[in-house]
């Protein structure tokens, strides 16, 4: 549906809701404040520039969105590909990049591509997003250390190279001040999580830099004063030699927008309890990507981060998101000139913590103990984007996990919920061990899942056990017809483990072949399922259900043909 959310939820609001909204937009725009900027000068603008990304990307991304509560704005996924355009390009390259990604966005939105980017492998996503994070602290290492040094190389090896030549020339007030910044953002939570850390972390640098003049660059001696009035639009200069080179580096722009605002809406819906509408979502992130540039803006995005806080605080409607583009408007606005007092060392530290936060290092240790296909998925992508480029990493990416998932592909995927009340006489009476044969307690749901549970499939799982509105006690997932299991559909599992613990529902696997029960095994599903919900038949799952209501179990239930092939193949 190609409507925008605020179009329809507008007449709901109340007033109460309005001003819970316009708090959480407040605070929103107070926490984005110092990313913007931090995002702007990494990519190799200005801060100023990352101020104007976040104000209009904030704007038309929650004014025409597809999603109740997405913030946009900046990001640090865009760091890597946005500093190497310059590189190449310059501004005006970068400009027309950020302009072809909005264009390429907007028809994956009108084509009805938003459900499409749910099949991106999970390895690939985590490959990457975890290579961004090596890269973004690699670039902080010399504001961080306060080195003597004019220009950073984009190359991963070079600029590693040049800080070991160049270590000697450390500005150790620089390195107490990112230090200090640093720790005040790890341990501020356990004092306030109302205030971000990073705002009082550079409340508390700037005023020490200045109270004791320290020697400390900051952004004013890096950049000059700031501008304070809003910018006019400039036309890029059209170059068709330039836009021909600049095809893939638009096109991974738009589908980091597209992959990182669709998480984000998905993750946002698990939270408060509603669906997002994906297609008009990228539209708007489309519509965002070509505006922004246009005033001198980068690329634009859904912010997980930002997304949550705003929800944490009281946030349920569009209305949360464009408040937060006007308050970030105001203070560039009003309180510019003060941002050019900001030491480089606490941005610095600050894009340290999103390194951190952004390279799901436990997610990336988990996947290693994934089948091998996914693991030279994960580790192929993750060396790509770190050692060469990140346009390359997701080509090479997606192309493997597709040549990978092909060879193990052999039937046609698809999830069926199956209960008392859908029997299919001509199917039970060709299939002895089918579930209408079955006696299926009050309280107990069966699910099937037929063919490899692969990562296009695992989307179709999740669509599936969204069509139930109240959950069961007990949810039997039978697993006799799946015969191989992917990364993505071993993450799947997991989440949908803990969204049915939060709910109060049991699970119990049944009938696991050899190669997902090793999968399992090694990324440690077993222990977390427990060895008592696993059963190699159905008869023995239902009798497992029955346990767990405080029902009497039915034993004599398996006929001699369930019986014969119990030892040949599980079910």
């Known amino acids: 549906?190609?409507?925008?959310?605020?179009?329809?939820?507008?007449?709901?609001?109340?007033?109460?809701?309005?001003?819970?909204?316009?708090?959480?937009?407040?605070?929103?725009?107070?926490?984005?404040?110092?990313?913007?900027?931090?995002?702007?000068?990494?990519?190799?603008?200005?801060?100023?520039?990352?101020?104007?990304?976040?104000?209009?990307?904030?704007?038309?991304?929650?004014?025409?969105?597809?999603?109740?509560?997405?913030?946009?704005?900046?990001?640090?996924?865009?760091?890597?590909?946005?500093?190497?355009?310059?590189?190449?390009?310059?501004?005006?390259?970068?400009?027309?990049?950020?302009?072809?990604?909005?264009?390429?966005?907007?028809?994956?939105?009108?084509?009805?591509?938003?459900?499409?980017?749910?099949?991106?492998?999970?390895?690939?996503?985590?490959?990457?997003?975890?290579?961004?994070?090596?890269?973004?602290?690699?670039?902080?290492?010399?504001?961080?250390?306060?080195?003597?040094?004019?220009?950073?190389p984009a190359d991963f090896s070079e600029k590693w190279n040049l800080y070991f030549h160049n270590f000697h020339s450390i500005n150790y007030s620089a390195l107490l001040i990112s230090l200090f910044a640093l720790l005040i953002m790890i341990y501020w939570h356990k004092v306030s999580r109302k205030i971000p850390g990073s705002i009082i972390a550079i409340i508390l640098t700037t005023f020490l830099v200045h109270f004791f003049n320290m020697n400390v660059e900051t952004i004013g001696s890096r950049f000059g004063n700031l501008p304070s009035g809003f910018p006019t639009p400039v036309l890029p200069h059209l170059d068709f030699a330039v836009i021909k080179g600049l095809i893939a580096p638009a096109t991974t722009i738009a589908i980091l927008a597209a992959i990182e605002s669709l998480l984000s809406a998905v993750v946002s819906d698990g939270m408060i309890g509603k669906q997002h509408r994906s297609n008009m979502e990228l539209v708007a992130q489309g519509a965002a990507n070509i505006v922004s540039p246009l005033f001198g803006g980068i690329p634009v995005t859904g912010a997980i981060a930002r997304t949550v806080t705003n929800i944490k605080n009281g946030g349920r409607?569009?209305?949360?998101?464009?408040?937060?583009?006007?308050?970030?408007?105001?203070?560039?606005?009003?309180?510019?000139?003060?941002?050019?007092?900001?030491?480089?060392?606490?941005?610095?530290?600050?894009?340290?913590?999103?390194?951190?936060?952004?390279?799901?290092?436990?997610?990336?240790?988990?996947?290693?103990?994934?089948?091998?296909?996914?693991?030279?998925?994960?580790?192929?992508?993750?060396?790509?984007?770190?050692?060469?480029?990140?346009?390359?990493a997701i080509e090479i990416g997606m192309i493997l996990a597709v040549l990978l998932f092909m060879r193990r592909m052999a039937l046609v995927t698809n999830v069926g919920i199956i209960t008392r009340e859908l029997k299919d006489e001509d199917e039970e009476s060709e299939d002895t061990n089918s579930i209408g044969v079955k006696t299926i307690p009050e309280g107990v749901e069966v699910f099937e899942i037929n063919g490899p549970f692969f990562f296009g499939a695992a989307s179709t799982f999740k669509d599936a056990m969204r069509i139930i509105e109240d959950p069961p006690k007990v949810r039997i997932i039978r697993m006799r017809n799946v015969p191989a299991i992917d990364a993505t559909g071993l993450h799947t599992l997991t989440e949908f483990y803990k969204d049915s613990q939060k709910l109060g529902t049991k699970i119990i696997l049944s009938g696991i072949h050899a190669q997902p029960l090793f999968a399992l095994t090694q990324a440690g599903l077993l222990d977390l399922f427990g060895e008592e919900n696993i059963h190699g038949n159905i008869d023995e799952a239902l009798n497992r259900a029955r346990i767990i209501m405080n029902l009497p179990e039915i034993k004599g239930e398996e006929n001699t043909v369930i019986e014969a092939e119990k030892d040949r193949k599980p079910n």
């Not at 994956?108 to 090596?134: L, Q």
């Open 1 to 152: 549906m190609l409507k925008p959310k605020l179009f329809t939820i507008y007449k709901t609001i109340t007033r109460k809701q309005f001003f819970s909204d316009f708090t959480a937009g407040i605070i929103v725009g107070i926490v984005a404040l110092p990313l913007a900027i931090a995002f702007g000068i990494a990519s190799g603008v200005s801060p100023q520039q990352g101020l104007i990304t976040a104000v209009i990307g904030g704007f038309i991304v929650s004014f025409f969105g597809g999603s109740r509560v997405q913030i946009g704005g900046p990001t640090g996924a865009f760091i890597v590909i946005v500093y190497s355009i310059i590189q190449q390009y310059g501004m005006n390259g970068l400009i027309l990049a950020t302009l072809m990604a909005g264009v390429i966005l907007v028809i994956m939105g009108v084509a009805r591509f938003g459900s499409v980017i749910k099949f991106i492998p999970y390895p690939v996503v985590v490959g990457f997003t975890s290579g961004i994070a090596v890269v973004i602290f690699s670039s902080q290492v010399k504001d961080f250390f306060g080195l003597a040094l004019d220009k950073i």
């Open 317 to 392: 409607t569009p209305i949360a998101g464009i408040v937060h583009a006007v308050v970030l408007l105001l203070i560039m606005l009003f309180f510019g000139k003060w941002a050019k007092l900001i030491p480089m060392g606490t941005l610095a530290a600050i894009l340290v913590i999103v390194a951190y936060n952004m390279s799901e290092w436990r997610s990336f240790k988990s996947l290693l103990k994934s089948p091998r296909s996914d693991v030279i998925v994960l580790v192929t992508t993750f060396l790509l984007t770190v050692i060469f480029d990140l346009t390359i």
